[in-house]
Each structure stands twice: as C-alpha cells, then as structure tokens.
C-alpha cells in the first residue's frame, strides 16, 4: 500500500486509479497481519480505489497463501466490505478462481457476507 501510495503521489494524475487485490498483498511473512494490512490499504489508497478484485486463499503447510475457490478459504471479507460501504458504495468488484460451476455458490456466499458485514 505505502508503494502504491508513492506511486500515485509522485505521478499526481486524474486518470491514475488502483484495482485493490486484497489477497495479492499477502505472503507468509504477513498473512498474519492480514487485516491491518488490508486497513492500511484501504486507508491511503481509498480516494483512488476504483474497483476491488476478489478472490480466496488456503495457507499451505509451508505458511504461504494459494488460491481458493470463493467461500471454501480462508479470507475474511468483514473488514474490506465494511469499509466498501461506508467509503465506496456501488463499486465494482471481480472474482479469481471462479468457474461457472462455482459462481452462483460464490454469489451467494459474497453477498452473505457483505450483509453480515454492513450489518455490524
């Protein structure tokens, strides 16, 4: 996030905006930290995020995050999608890792958890 920010600062421009992927942030080092990492990035990029890309992760046995299908891993949504309502309501999202046998499950478990989330 902090590069991201220096990137954004130094090229100063209106047509310059950040596709957040939470999950790509994370490696073994700081999967830990998953959720300040996440609310650092939402914090000082949040006037240029313009959509957010989703997907899910399982740590492996050697600590480092693989990619999961949507609703069987790992991420917590709760954090990003309450700062989505609060900060950016009606953004766009994608999804990783989605086939059309998993869309409607990934659909369905998106949207219960955005409600959970904006519930709080």
Not at 17 to 29: K, R, S, Y
Not at 87 to 98: C, F, H, S, W, Y
């Amino acid at each position: 996030p902090k590069a991201a920010r220096r990137v954004l600062d130094a090229m100063a421009s209106p047509n310059l905006g950040i596709i957040l992927d939470p999950v790509n942030m994370l490696h073994a080092d700081n999967l830990d930290r998953r959720d300040e990492l996440i609310a650092e990035a939402t914090e000082l990029l949040k006037d240029e995020i313009l959509t957010v890309h989703l997907k899910a992760y399982r740590r492996e046995e050697t600590g480092r995050p693989s990619h999961a299908v949507i609703g069987q891993g790992e991420m917590d949504y709760g954090p990003l999608f309450r700062f989505l309502r609060k900060e950016k309501p009606g953004i766009g999202m994608t999804l990783e890792d989605t086939t059309p046998a998993d869309a409607e499950g990934a659909r369905r478990f998106l949207e219960e958890k955005y409600a959970e989330a904006v519930g709080k």
